[in-house]
């Protein structure tokens, strides 16, 4: 027997699912994906592990070794792993359990501060606010995280005025994680322009040093058979860059080569991707990760995706000194506020939406 979808009280009734339901029922139709999508990745993705710590010291050969590995990962397949990170072992761990509390909350309660239509903050179950087939077997809460904000508690402030009073100290775990991956972030991105050879090696850095972060924690519950379902369906990430905490019970999976694998966690390491903005800032050297995340039937998992974004109404263009090595121009500017509200009212996100969007332009500057 099916789990019961209840009709979600509000403006917009939208289908919802209680993940505690699943486990030994059905997977209802609504969750069901074609074939194609679900192809089992069998093999493990095999890569060099960056390690950041010689880089980190200042050590020379160390960083142009991290440069040349992350080169070669982001040229081919936009993905790779960072060791030695500098980040403490006590934040990811308080982040991995940090929210348990409030996925375990009663429904009701957490549809409260449910995401509204058109919008990226707040909690979403399933996707079900925007389709009624086809949704990813997940849960998430998802808010932002400004680099140069106004406040030094506004994770703080967002769960004890979004969630409640009782959420502070969860709210505080969330504060020092976005601050670590802040700190993490601009040292790949000043990396990242070392491993572009690019005359200013503090490019990337200053471009997003007064952007924002969008934290999407996603809880994906133990389902009955995930072979007709999925947790994130194939796509690659619309903002810049994404730093990927997650548990050790692994789902994350990369298609490169013409297929899927699978990307085993290891402990202490933070999974990092390039997605289609970051594609665009560097004229496509950098390829957008395509990725998705696997049903379990055996385990719950967590992951917490850090999608990092310039300020909302700065203009992203591919480097000119980037144009001038590669010999043209291959994208058209944007700012990321356009593209952002281009993915929220049309089609859902996957591995064409950034081509659809450069389409999109052309077609709006030829009229």
């Keep these: 027997m099916a789990p019961a979808l209840v009709e979600k009280h509000g403006e917009h009734g939208v289908l919802v699912f209680d993940p505690k339901e699943l486990l030994n029922q059905e997977v209802p139709k609504q969750f069901y994906w074609p074939s194609e999508h679900l192809t089992e990745a069998k093999e ?7 390690d950041l710590e010689g880089f980190l010291k200042g050590d020379e050969a160390a960083t142009v070794n991290a440069a040349n590995l992350l080169r070669e990962a982001c040229t081919t397949h936009g993905l790779f792993q960072v060791i030695n990170h500098g980040v403490d072992p006590d934040i990811l761990h ?26 990226l903050g707040g909690y979403s179950n399933a996707h079900a606010d925007r389709f009624s087939s086809m949704l990813p077997l997940k849960e998430m809460l ?7 904000g106004e406040t030094d508690t ?63 924690c996603n809880h994906y519950p133990v389902c009955s058979d995930s072979s007709k379902t999925i947790g994130t369906p194939p796509h690659c990430d619309p903002t810049c860059l994404t730093i990927l905490h997650q548990d050790q019970v692994g789902g994350l999976e990369v ?19 390039i997605g289609d ?19 379990k039937t055996d ?6 995706a850090y999608l990092i974004n310039p300020k909302k109404d700065k203009l992203i263009s591919p480097i000119q000194e980037l144009i001038t090595r590669e010999g043209s121009k291959k994208y ?30 052309a077609l709006s500057h030829a009229k």
């Design 299 to 304: 385990i719950k998992r967590m992951s917490f």
């Design 255 to 273: 298609f490169s080569n013409g297929k899927w694998y699978y990307v085993k966690p290891h402990p202490g390491a933070l999974v990092v991707n």
């Design 332 to 361: 058209s500017d944007f700012k990321w506020e356009d593209f952002s509200y281009f993915t929220q009212h049309n089609n859902r996100v996957d591995a064409t939406t950034f081509q659809r969007f450069m389409d999109f332009l």
């Design 277 to 295: 903005s970051l594609m665009a800032l560097t004229n496509g050297i950098y390829k957008s990760a395509v990725h998705r995340a696997a049903a």
């Design 44 to 50: 493990e993705f095999h890569q060099p592990l960056i």
């Design 142 to 148: 998802t808010f932002d995280y400004h680099f140069k």
């Design 94 to 119: 308080a982040t991995e359990v940090g929210l348990d509390p409030f996925f375990n909350l009663p429904m009701s309660r957490k549809l409260s501060i449910h995401r509204k239509v058109n919008e």
């Design 154 to 216: 506004e994770i703080v402030d967002y769960f004890k005025n979004a969630v409640g009073d009782d959420f502070a100290e969860t709210g505080l775990i969330f504060q020092k994680f976005c601050e670590a991956m802040r700190d993490l972030s601009m040292k790949i991105f000043k990396l990242m322009s070392i491993s572009l050879d690019l005359e200013d090696k503090s490019c990337c850095e200053k471009f997003f040093e007064d952007g924002f972060a969008v934290l999407r």
